[in-house]
């Protein structure tokens, strides 16, 4: 089993950056694809898939709605993997999700993932 912390995260003025971490511990990363969701505040919001990479790094998924802003990227040997978020705009304010799947299909989705870390709040003041 793995364990996930994600740090970085915080309050940013909009058209900020901020680059999110995800540290993993009991197992090795290179076994795992990986993925960021997020859930903004508010009852009844689901969790949002943000981004995901392949467990080679060969392969990266990112969501509409932060393509060309945010870029998913992994460093196997230090079993970690980051979010770098620009341009930052107050509607990504969210408390953020790193996950792990042993699968390499499906990883849009929140079900594909059955390791998550605690969360990091990003806040985007306007």
């Known amino acids: 089993q793995v364990q996930l912390v994600e740090s970085g995260g915080g309050l940013v003025q909009a058209g900020g950056s901020l680059r999110l971490s995800c540290a993993a511990s009991?197992?090795?990363?290179?076994?795992?694809?990986m993925g960021w969701f997020r859930q903004a505040p508010g009852a009844g919001k689901e969790r949002e898939f943000v981004a995901a990479i392949t467990w080679t790094g060969g392969r990266t998924y990112d969501a509409d709605s932060v393509r060309g802003r945010f870029t998913i990227s992994r460093d196997n040997a230090k079993n970690t993997v980051y979010l770098q978020m620009n341009v930052l705009k107050p509607e990504d304010t969210a408390v953020y999700y790193c996950?792990?799947?042993?699968?390499?299909?499906?990883?849009?989705?929140?079900?594909?993932?059955?390791?998550w870390g605690q969360g990091t709040q990003v806040t985007v003041s306007s």
């Open positions: 996950a792990a799947s042993p699968h390499d299909y499906g990883l849009e989705y929140a079900s594909a993932y059955p390791y």
């Open positions: 009991g197992r090795t990363l290179t076994t795992y694809d």
